[in-house]
């Protein structure tokens, strides 16, 4: 098996102007496995159950005029096992060619633009992504522009051998590089990225960041044997036509998001904790995206001429059924506690059972659920603002949300919804005296909680 991540970049450093770069990162996995390893300091026996095969290659622009040394360095775990090749001669310190020959686990290679088109460097990875280990983060220093970067990552080989993707994957960006730290190997899910395409049917995902100075890359990943799949609920893949399965625990659900609950990091916010569970696009055939699910207001106000202006209500996305429609969207799936926590966030809304009406994603073990606006909180035909509006910070931060999705979801959403009634965005304020409108499911709103 052997899945890969592929990183590609435009890059612009302080010294160095690169056409693009390229990582490649295949692993392949199967029955544990040992090898011998000889060094001058640390001679052992390595016993792996996958290995890699890593290459990065950089590509200079034709505007390069520096003609330092360009480093490329890979390190791994102090258990692990590396080997190296080179597309030049190394020209990188002789103390830390000799790291290598001390320990084999950890490499640099060091050269300058000589014209030519490729420069790269492959290593093989032995105890690199073992159970428990299969992440990558990469640290992008602090003096450069990376004018477009993707990372795609390719799970195909182990779909194709049976395996299970069970978490993720997950790619988390920090905007400020740092040194090592635990950020690194748990990092906040308010970092997370969703991805810009994404298919579970062949086992690939794609990363993108336009205009990046710094920071920290990392993504993460597991997948289950094909023997260990019936233990566990995650992802399975289905005998029809390939789409795959969730299957769910005893107490679990699956939840199709729709709106505010297509970001990811909103979902985070409201669970107090990073969700790292299923997160596949899919459809929802009978229903369709409307402004018309109303939350009764007396704390956002927004300002008219210098006064406070209170709505009566505020308007919110809802899940309208129409037999012609066919609804992109998300699917979570949450234990009964998290779930609770959702049905008070979403309070104004009611549970529809979706199961059958799913698409792309098949629900084994339990059910698919989607919020509705119940009778008493629904109003059509909205159109004074001061009596019905819409939180700009809502709607960014349905933006922020589209905005990590692939731009076929996001012409999708457009298609699949109603129009914004732009007249009715009003640039709110949360009134702290006043009362709060999710006091009475339990909550007390504040805006960095995301909530819709």
């Known amino acids: 098996m052997h899945p890969l991540l592929y990183q590609v970049r435009d890059f612009l450093a302080r010294q160095f102007a690169q056409r693009g770069s390229t990582q490649n990162l295949a692993i392949r996995s199967g029955k544990p496995s040992e090898i011998r390893v000889e060094s001058t300091k640390n001679s052992r026996t390595v016993s792996y159950d996958s290995y890699a095969s ?70 093989e990875v032995y105890k690199g992504f073992d159970a428990g280990e299969r992440e990558i983060h990469f640290h992008l220093g602090n003096q450069g522009l990376y004018r477009t970067m993707e990372y795609q990552l390719d799970l195909s080989a182990y779909v194709r051998s049976g395996y299970r993707i069970t978490n993720g994957p997950l790619c988390y960006f920090q905007n400020t590089d740092h040194e090592c730290d635990e950020l690194c190997r748990n990092p906040s899910a308010s970092n997370l990225v969703a991805p810009t395409s994404a298919s579970l049917e062949q086992g690939r995902w794609c990363f993108s960041f336009p205009n990046i100075r710094s920071g920290v890359v990392g993504i993460v990943w597991d997948v289950a044997a094909p023997e260990t799949q019936l233990s566990e609920h995650d992802v399975d893949r289905s005998p029809v036509a390939g789409i795959p399965t969730i299957s769910l625990r005893s107490g679990e659900t699956a939840i199709i998001g729709y709106g505010s609950l297509l970001s990811m990091q909103s979902l985070s916010a409201s669970l ?72 008070q966030r979403e309070w104004i809304y009611r549970h529809r059972v979706v199961t059958e009406e799913l698409r792309e994603v098949r629900i084994a073990g339990g059910e698919a659920i989607v919020y509705v606006a119940d009778g008493q909180h629904t109003c059509r035909g909205a159109s004074e603002r001061h ?36 007249g009715l965005v009003i640039e709110d304020v949360l009134d702290p005296t006043r009362p709060n409108p999710w006091a009475r499911a339990g909550f007390a709103y504040r805006p960095q909680d995301q909530l819709p």
């Open 54 to 123: 890593w290459k990065r290659t950089v590509r200079f622009a034709a505007a390069n005029r520096c003609h330092d040394c360009f480093t490329l360095r890979y390190k791994t775990r102090k258990e692990g096992y590396l080997i190296a090749r080179t597309s030049h001669d190394n020209l990188a310190p002789l103390a830390e060619i000799g790291r290598w020959k001390d320990n084999a686990n950890e490499y640099r290679f060091d050269f300058k633009d000589d014209g030519q088109i490729d420069h790269w460097m492959e290593v």
């Open 272 to 343: 107090k904790r990073p969700y790292n569970g299923p997160f596949y696009t899919c459809r929802l055939a009978g229903w369709r995206r409307s402004w018309d699910a109303s939350m009764p207001n007396e704390a956002f106000y927004y300002l008219d001429q210098g006064a406070r202006i209170y709505p009566e209500q505020i308007l919110y996305l809802n899940a309208r059924p129409d037999p012609t429609a066919m609804m992109n969207c998300v699917v979570y799936v949450l234990p009964q506690h998290e779930l609770a926590v959702i049905d």
């Open 387 to 422: 009596r019905s509006a819409i939180r700009a910070s809502y709607v960014r931060i349905l933006d922020e949300a589209l905005a990590r999705m692939p731009d076929a979801f996001r012409d999708e959403y457009a298609r699949t919804s109603d129009s914004l009634p732009g």
